[in-house]
């Protein structure tokens, strides 16, 4: 009798004692689950990739259940941000925010520490903006031919500002200045705000900015836009030319955004991830905000992405070779 007791005992205890492992198994599961997930974006607040990186984080952690933190880590031309997350464990607790700026950066820069094509997992595109040439009011051109014919009349190189060197804004540029066989002089600046500040203030006479922001200043003649370097028109900027068909013959520079994680990252991640933000992407709402930000939601699976990537890769490869750029330190 005592022996029965103290074996029913016995069971009792270890029943409990399993149940009480099997919900600090769980317990563990969901703080796993539950950990935060760090958007490391590359550049100040309030750029694209920034705007963003805050719109889908809110999204995010109500569909996956996980904190997204946004994390600004700028410098270098986005390399400090990047170099982080190559650094990164790949456990779905880091992604990259970043821009296609990122495929042509061994080509503008000597030191690079990290393989740009294989130091990320591609995860999903997330969409493209278009951008514009634009004059301060003073420069006496209404388009891109007349604005060629003006520069190669100029005793000196014409100033441009962009927001720094191996930017968009500062290869597009060379891009251009090549294609028209214009003689520009590169004046960089630490962001697109104090670029845009001295372009108004007429202290450099061209830039390349969003079309989208461009606009609204047009509209109060405080620059011109001479036109758009995407190559197909621009359906919500029908009276603004692409500069391939109004003096710059072959330009097509689209600037594009996509997510990826550090190396490694399991197919399981990468799909959970992609499913979850490409659906975001595509509510009505978020297509809504981004539009109004200029970017045209453009999403893909990682295989799509990392096509693109190459594409870039080597698309600006042969453009700086052409163009003769010389490699920063």
């Given at each position: 009798?005592?022996?029965?007791f103290?074996?029913?005992?016995?069971?009792?205890?270890?029943?409990?004692?399993?149940?009480?492992?099997?919900?600090?198994g769980?317990a563990?599961?969901?703080?796993?689950?539950?950990?935060?997930v760090?958007?490391?974006?590359p550049?100040?607040?309030?750029?694209?990739?920034?705007l963003?990186?805050r719109l889908?984080?809110?999204?995010?952690q109500?569909?996956?259940?996980?904190?997204?933190?946004?994390?600004?880590?700028?410098?270098?031309s986005?390399m400090?941000g990047?170099?982080?997350?190559?650094?990164?464990?790949?456990?779905?607790?880091?992604?990259?925010?970043?821009?296609?700026?990122?495929?042509?950066?061994?080509?503008?820069?000597?030191?690079?520490p990290?393989d740009?094509?294989t130091?990320?997992?591609?995860?999903?595109?997330?969409?493209?903006?278009?951008?514009?040439?634009v004059?301060?009011?003073s420069?006496?051109a209404?388009?891109?031919?007349?604005?060629?014919?003006?520069v190669?009349?100029?005793?000196a190189?014409?100033?441009?500002a962009?927001?720094?060197?191996g930017t968009?804004?500062?290869?597009?540029?060379?891009?251009?200045?090549?294609?028209?066989?214009?003689?520009?002089?590169?004046?960089?600046y630490?962001?697109?705000?104090?670029?845009?500040t001295?372009?108004?203030?007429?202290?450099?006479?061209?830039l390349?900015?969003?079309?989208?922001?461009?606009?609204?200043?047009?509209a109060?003649?405080k620059?011109r836009?001479?036109g758009?370097?995407r190559?197909?028109?621009?359906?919500?900027y029908p009276?603004v030319?692409?500069?391939?068909?109004?003096?710059?013959?072959?330009?097509d520079?689209?600037?594009?955004?996509?997510?990826?994680?550090?190396?490694?990252?399991?197919r399981?991640?990468?799909?959970?991830?992609n499913?979850?933000?490409?659906?975001v992407?595509?509510?009505p709402?978020?297509?809504?905000?981004?539009e109004k930000?200029?970017?045209?939601?453009?999403t893909?699976?990682?295989e799509?992405l990392?096509?693109?990537a190459?594409?870039?890769?080597?698309?600006?490869?042969?453009?700086i070779?052409?163009?003769?750029l010389?490699?920063?330190e």
């Amino acid at each position: 009798m005592y022996d029965s007791f103290d074996s029913s005992r016995n069971t009792r205890r270890l029943l409990l004692k399993a149940g009480a492992l099997t919900l600090l198994g769980a317990a563990g599961l969901g703080a796993r689950a539950a950990q935060p997930v760090r958007m490391v974006i590359p550049f100040t607040p309030g750029t694209t990739p920034d705007l963003i990186a805050r719109l889908l984080g809110p999204k995010l952690q109500a569909s996956l259940g996980q904190p997204f933190v946004a994390d600004n880590k700028p410098g270098a031309s986005g390399m400090l941000g990047m170099d982080a997350v190559a650094k990164a464990p790949a456990d779905g607790s880091t992604l990259l925010f970043g821009t296609s700026t990122a495929l042509t950066l061994p080509f503008v820069y000597r030191k690079v520490p990290f393989d740009v094509l294989t130091a990320f997992t591609p995860i999903t595109m997330i969409g493209t903006t278009n951008f514009a040439l634009v004059v301060h009011p003073s420069v006496p051109a209404k388009n891109a031919r007349e604005l060629v014919a003006w520069v190669k009349s100029q005793p000196a190189p014409v100033d441009y500002a962009s927001p720094g060197k191996g930017t968009f804004q500062h290869l597009t540029m060379e891009w251009i200045a090549h294609l028209a066989g214009m003689d520009l002089r590169h004046v960089p600046y630490r962001g697109s705000a104090p670029a845009v500040t001295d372009l108004l203030g007429g202290h450099v006479k061209l830039l390349i900015m969003p079309l989208h922001v461009a606009a609204p200043l047009a509209a109060d003649n405080k620059l011109r836009i001479l036109g758009a370097t995407r190559r197909t028109q621009d359906a919500a900027y029908p009276t603004v030319p692409p500069l391939h068909q109004s003096g710059v013959p072959n330009l097509d520079a689209d600037a594009w955004y996509a997510v990826w994680g550090p190396k490694g990252m399991s197919r399981d991640l990468v799909g959970r991830y992609n499913t979850a933000i490409r659906a975001v992407l595509n509510e009505p709402d978020s297509k809504a905000t981004l539009e109004k930000q200029g970017v045209s939601v453009q999403t893909g699976t990682p295989e799509e992405l990392a096509r693109i990537a190459q594409a870039e890769h080597d698309k600006w490869g042969r453009l700086i070779k052409d163009i003769k750029l010389p490699q920063e330190e």
